[in-house]
């Protein structure tokens, strides 16, 4: 009923009131177009129209977050139902170590290797474990003595 009331005075302004969409849209895209405009109009009015526009934004995102959780439940109930014809519940989608291809890369939980050399410079200890790029304070320390062995723990 509320919701009936609320586009009934829409159109009724629409009727009134010649400001269009294409005139909100300038004052959107535009400083200078919103100041003419309201330099047209008294203040209280501009306030006016300023504090309704607001609460339209409110309304308009409040009803697009009601849309995204239907559409999500919707998602989710489409899921389940697949699973039901595949024999699967939600919780075998935890237990599995299956790598997904394609799309989106799946995320590859990786252990923290051991470290295999440490070096101590400056009374600063690095460690590093043989993979990846060699840390620059084992490079010098290679060049000025020749061998990575003297560092293994």
Request: hydrophobic share 40%.
């Amino acid at each position: 009923m509320r919701s009936c009331i609320f586009y009934q005075q829409a159109n009724q302004l629409k009727r009134e009131n010649p400001m269009s969409k294409s005139v909100l849209l300038n004052i959107g895209k535009s400083k200078t177009a919103a100041r003419k405009l309201a330099g047209q109009i008294s203040l209280p009015d501009l306030a006016a129209a300023i504090s309704n526009l607001q609460s339209a934004e409110r309304f308009l995102a409040k009803q697009a977050a009601k849309k995204e959780a239907v559409q999500k439940t919707q998602q989710i109930k489409k899921a389940i139902s697949m699973l039901d014809r595949m024999g699967l519940k939600p919780e075998d989608l935890k237990k599995s170590q299956l790598k997904i291809r394609g799309g989106k890369k799946a995320v590859v939980r990786q252990r923290k290797v051991a470290a295999k050399y440490r070096i101590t410079v400056d009374g600063v200890t690095t460690d590093w474990s043989g993979r990846g790029r060699m840390p620059v304070v084992f490079r010098q320390a290679i060049g000025k003595k020749g061998s990575l062995e003297k560092y293994r723990i």
